[in-house]
Nanobody, 122 residues
């Protein structure tokens, strides 16, 4: 199976920056696409960003496009989410996820991490 371990969550002021990391272990060959979802209190889980290992193609939610940057380190089997100019609306639990097949644009999450809290204060 696949294990995903997130790190880097915490509190940040609006306009600052924060970087999340997610390290994959186990059957890493099954992590063709990796990315992030988030869930704010009282809201449904929503897609944030995804990246495909094979061609580095990326996809972003409209709400974070131009502010967040997803990247990956193949050698470390790790995906990163750089949150630039976060807003209070970005406050949520951020979940790392991975898909065995597919593309970054139809990312759905076959495997999940435990989540990391991000709190953005104004």
């Amino acid at each position: 199976q696949v294990q995903l371990l997130e790190s880097g969550g915490g509190s940040v002021q609006s306009g600052g920056s924060l970087r999340l990391a997610c390290a994959a272990s186990g059957r890493t060959a099954w992590t063709n696409v990796m990315g992030w979802f988030r869930q704010a209190p009282g809201k449904e889980r929503e897609f944030v960003a995804a990246i495909r290992w094979s061609d580095s193609s990326v996809a972003y939610a409209d709400s974070v496009k131009g502010r967040f940057i997803i990247s990956r380190d193949n050698n470390k089997n790790t995906v990163y989410l750089k949150m630039n100019s976060p807003k209070p609306d970005d406050t949520a639990v951020y979940y790392c996820a991975a898909d065995r097949f597919g593309s970054s644009s139809n990312f759905r999450g076959d495997y999940w991490g435990q989540g990391t809290q991000v709190t953005v204060s104004s």
